[in-house]
């Protein structure tokens, strides 16, 4: 945690089934924390072809 005892999270949802696909948590919200959450999901779809990352900076 940070020493506002925060933690950020990333989490990647598939739309079409509405489930969390991958996810990251970290202390620091950098870009590897959305890359990690990437990896993570990436490899759970069959095909990524064709996929689409949208992001709302909902912090």
């Known amino acids: 945690m940070d020493r ?3 933690l950020h999270l990333c ?11 991958g996810y990251s948590i970290s202390d620091r ?7 990690t959450a990437l990896h ?9 072809a064709g996929c689409i990352v949208h992001e709302d900076r909902g912090s």
């Open 4 to 6: 506002r005892g925060k």
């Open 11 to 21: 989490a990647i949802k598939d739309v079409f089934s509405g489930r969390i696909v």
């Open 29 to 35: 919200m950098k870009a590897r924390l959305a890359v």
């Open 40 to 48: 993570v999901a990436v490899p759970r779809r069959r095909n990524a």
